[in-house]
């Protein structure tokens, strides 16, 4: 059962998102050369600590850290430690979330270590955002969760491909709804599968975290013997965006964006919901 929130419920998932934002520019800042993915999650727990939230991440199903730091071909749940030291060259995708009185936000984005990066890394990464971006635009009354899913995959499939060939939409994860747990109903693919119907309607208070997972080759993956780190099964390396996102009577609201999303929205011909804590 999809979990609708109130306008209430959606600014304190507001407050939870702007945490989730505060991790993401300190660990952007300290993703350098020479730090370790250890060194990243000690970023984010002091983060988390100022602002006085939770980690949703720390302990969930046992995960040992706070934030999941998935380097080159690792697509997701990578985690932190101090023998994974960032070189010039990597690609790395950070995935965080936080709770604030019982509400969650949850957000991934990926970043480039040093410089010299190959042309191919850098269109994927352009294509797996923009690409979380349509999906977010389709989060309108009316629609249906399958029309998020396709808003993402055709934005991909239409990005021609450095090299030939097409990118590797993730198969095995995917989107989820938010709220007062990490990962509710309803399942976000992102691409279509006719056999999963066309979902559920899209309504005032439906909250979903939308997170493409892109790879320059294979869609397929295989978890590690550590049971969470998530690589390609061909060793391509990946992307992955995501943020938390409420559709309101006036609109989609980015909750783990800085201004809403409202800049990047407005691109695409759509008006952001305006901010409940201004």
């Known amino acids: 059962m999809v979990q609708i929130k ?12 702007l945490v989730v934002a505060a991790i993401h520019a300190a660990t952007r800042e300290a993703a350098v050369p020479g730090a370790s993915t250890k060194d990243l999650d000690e970023v984010a727990r002091k983060v988390l600590a100022e602002h006085g939230a939770k980690s949703n991440f720390l302990g969930y199903g046992g995960f040992p850290a706070t934030i999941c730091t998935s380097v080159n071909d690792v697509v997701v749940h990578g985690i932190p430690s101090e023998d994974v030291v960032l070189k010039d060259g990597d690609v790395i995708s950070i995935d965080c ?31 797996t955002e923009e690409s979380m971006w349509a999906g977010i635009a389709a989060m309108k009354q009316g629609n249906r969760l ?8 055709t934005y991909i499939r239409r990005q021609p491909k450095p090299g030939g060939g097409r990118y590797g939409i993730i ?9 007062t747990e990490m990962h509710m109903d309803p399942h976000l693919l992102n691409y279509v599968d006719r056999r999963r119907g066309k979902g559920p309607k899209l309504v005032p208070g439906f909250c979903l975290a939308i997170e493409p997972m892109v790879s320059l080759g294979t869609p397929k993956t295989r978890v ?8 390609t099964t061909d060793g391509t390396w990946s992307s992955h965006w995501e943020h938390s996102v409420a559709l309101t009577e006036e609109g989609p609201l980015v909750l783990t964006a800085p201004d809403g999303g409202r800049a990047k929205l407005a691109e695409l011909g759509v008006t952001a919901a305006p901010d409940p804590l201004g």
């Open 171 to 179: 198969e095995d994860y995917g989107g989820h709804g938010i709220g």
């Open 97 to 127: 979330g936080a709770i604030v009185d019982g509400w969650h936000g949850d957000a991934a984005y990926t970043a480039f270590v040093g410089s010299g990066h190959a042309p191919e890394l850098l269109e994927l990464s352009r294509v």
């Open 6 to 17: 109130s306008p209430e419920q959606i600014a304190r998932m507001r407050a939870a998102g």
């Open 224 to 231: 590690l013997s550590d049971d969470w780190t998530v690589i």
């Open 146 to 153: 399958v029309d998020v899913s396709r808003a993402i995959e």
